[in-house]
């Protein structure tokens, strides 16, 4: 992150973290942000934190979660504000060009973000994998960039699940996304509406397309084979 970056994430942000009384001995604002992106971007423990940082461990666990608040209340609705149907179409137009896939505006998928137990939350997060988890569903484009997200399903829940009782699942089931209308990719080829890739776990929808099913059961016809090869790039 170059210095400018930060010195303006600390303008808007820094009102809302900010530590009264100001004195010399209390937590600035940058030290509290560069502690929060440190956390983020390594992945390092708390006590690394307290460490690094010389903050005791209960009061940076604290700073942490509520700097993390602040920036998701002040950014969540200029970077993964849902987009419109131009944007949606560019969207595609980023896809073809990189992907060579026509009329797709993003793709799918869910991952379990590893936690310890809660506390008396029994197997609720329990995942397939054997550990504690939630899940991120997310939307990515043609560049790894995210579009939309749902953060927070237990890890017990499969990534189906997780889509159908999400907003974003039921942008997509009920036609909420406000995608473009269907255009022709041949002209030998009727319309095709735009639509996210997903894998076997999502249903398949008019604006949902997954592989074919079967693979590693039966052998597929040429077609499917090449069409799931494709998918999986």
């Given at each position: 992150m170059s210095a400018s970056t930060f010195e303006e994430l600390v303008c808007l942000v820094g009102p809302k973290i900010k530590r009264f009384p100001s004195r010399p001995d209390i937590i600035s604002v940058g030290e509290i942000?560069?502690?929060?992106?440190?956390?983020?971007?390594?992945?390092?423990?708390?006590?690394?934190i307290t460490y690094g940082f010389r903050i005791g461990k209960a009061t940076v666990s604290k700073l942490i979660l509520q700097c993390c608040e602040v920036l998701w209340d002040t950014f969540n609705q200029k970077v993964?504000?849902?987009p419109d149907t131009v944007k949606w179409a560019?969207?595609?137009v980023d896809f073809e060009n990189l992907w060579q896939v026509p009329n797709c505006i993003g793709s799918i998928?869910?991952?379990?973000?590893?936690?310890?137990?809660f506390t008396n939350s029994g197997s609720k997060h329990f995942n397939y994998k054997g550990s504690h988890s939630i899940i991120l569903l997310a939307m990515c484009d043609a560049s790894y960039n995210f579009i939309l997200v749902d953060i927070g399903a237990a890890g017990r829940c499969s990534d189906g699940?997780?889509?159908?009782?999400s907003e974003m699942g039921k942008g997509f089931m009920h036609n909420g996304l406000s995608f473009p209308a269907a255009k022709e990719i041949h002209k030998d080829s009727g319309p095709i509406p735009y639509y996210a890739l997903?894998?076997?776990?999502?249903?398949?929808?008019p604006n949902l397309m997954r592989p074919y099913p079967g693979r590693g059961k039966r052998k597929l016809p040429l077609k499917?084979?090449?069409?799931?090869y494709r998918f999986v790039l």
């Open positions: 942000l560069t502690a929060t992106l440190r956390y983020l971007a390594s992945g390092e423990s708390m006590m690394s993964l504000a849902v560019q969207l595609a998928d869910g991952k379990h973000i590893i936690h310890q137990a699940g997780v889509f159908s009782n997903g894998d076997e776990a999502f249903p398949l929808l499917e084979s090449v069409f799931n």
